[in-house]
């Protein structure tokens, strides 16, 4: 697979999800925007060779717009003394238990029955690791995955076992109502219950763009992944999601599953996964990356590498997204997406940006 048909701005900067002085993005010397075609191309070139972000730790990636705030939160975390996995964790809670993101959490859309079930995974620098899948009325799916982790000899609990498990642990198992905004996009869904995913639909369920009008109506994509490297040169990552809107009730994604939606070596680093989660299933791409990274990629090249292994084993990639998100041991970090429109969160301990991740056709 060639990436002569890269020709998106390499990590360049856009305009911030919010006000600049509040996230600190605007501004950065690290994000300026090449000024003409020839620019852009030695960019892309210097930034294929290494990141076009200096080395950072603390670290926080999260992928699409709403993980600005959950990088926020996992970033306050740190500077509260929390380790990479307390952050990991308190990050992307803060994108689960927004009312209004259809993207993620029990506000988030339903499958074809109407039923929201998620699924969550977390992993450590230790290569700890825990997940849930299938789970219905739980607010924080990946407190219960760290729970799943810390306090059960078992990586993955499903669907009523982990519900029971949850109820043990005294998580509060909430009744299983839409939010509005899913009733609304199911309700329309329904009135043609036509399966056909819509790439970037993250950005048109959350945060700024969330509103906006979908194509169609069917959704899909919901998740958030994240990955950290704390100060002591710790990492970890999460992942959470009410998976595909409008998906076969009992369908489980790549999110809880370790090596898809995330992976750590705490030798080595850490990437996580979002899009369509079938194929990244199939070729286990957050794995992919890292193994990359261990072979002496950098993250940019070890997500390049994983999106192209995607492309391979599924065709028609004009028809489905996946976003890719790395970071190393000593805080590179890459990002790279299988087309246009994945955008990602990035934090070190001073600021938030959100940038546009390149992509391959
Ligand atoms: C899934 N990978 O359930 C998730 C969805 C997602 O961006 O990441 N959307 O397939």
């Not at 230790?126 to 219960?144: E, K, M, N, S, T």
């Not at 869904?189 to 763009?209: D, M």
């Not at 990244?280 to 002496?296: D, H, I, N, P």
């Amino acid at each position: 697979m060639a990436f002569g048909a890269v020709a998106a701005p390499l990590l360049a900067s856009r305009e911030p999800w919010a006000r600049a002085d509040e996230h600190g993005a605007a501004n950065s010397p690290e994000l300026a925007v090449p000024s003409t075609p020839e620019a852009l191309s030695q960019e892309l070139a210097a930034a294929r060779k290494a990141s076009a972000f200096p080395p950072a730790k603390p670290l926080v990636l999260s992928t699409w717009r709403h993980g600005v705030p959950a990088n926020e939160a996992a970033v306050a975390t740190l500077k509260a003394g929390g380790t990479a996995l307390d952050a990991a964790e308190a990050g992307v809670m803060v994108t689960e238990r927004d009312p209004e993101n259809l993207s993620v959490g029990l506000a988030g859309l339903p499958d074809r029955e109407g039923i929201v079930t998620l699924d969550a995974s977390i992993m450590d620098h230790d290569g700890r690791a825990g997940g849930v899948c299938f789970v219905q009325g739980i607010r924080h799916p990946i407190a219960l995955a760290r729970r799943v982790m810390e306090k059960t000899p078992h990586v993955l609990l499903a669907g009523a076992g982990a519900e029971q498990f949850a109820r043990a642990e005294g998580f509060e198992i909430l009744a299983n109502e839409l939010s509005p905004g899913a009733r609304r996009r199911y309700e329309a869904w329904l009135e043609e219950s036509h399966y056909e995913p819509v790439v970037n639909i993250e950005n048109q369920t959350s945060g700024a763009g969330r509103g906006a009008s979908l194509r169609g109506g069917p959704d899909d994509h919901d998740t958030i992944g994240m990955i950290v490297l704390d100060g002591d040169g710790r990492l970890a990552a999460s992942c959470t999601t009410s998976g595909l809107g409008f998906k076969m009730h009992g369908r489980v994604g790549d999110s809880p599953i370790i090596g898809a939606g995330i992976y750590v070596d705490g030798e080595v680093g850490a990437a996580t996964c979002t899009g369509l989660g079938e194929t990244v299933l199939k070729t286990l791409a957050s794995f992919l990356a890292v193994e990359r990274m261990r072979a002496g990629d950098s993250p940019q090249a070890a997500c390049e590498a994983a999106i192209a292994r995607v492309i391979a084993k599924n065709p028609d990639p004009k028809t489905y997204q996946v976003g890719i998100l790395a970071i190393d041991r000593d805080g590179r970090c890459g990002g790279f997406a299988v087309q246009k429109g994945f955008d990602f969160a990035r934090s070190t301990l001073d600021s938030t940006s959100l940038v546009d991740a390149p992509w391959a056709v």
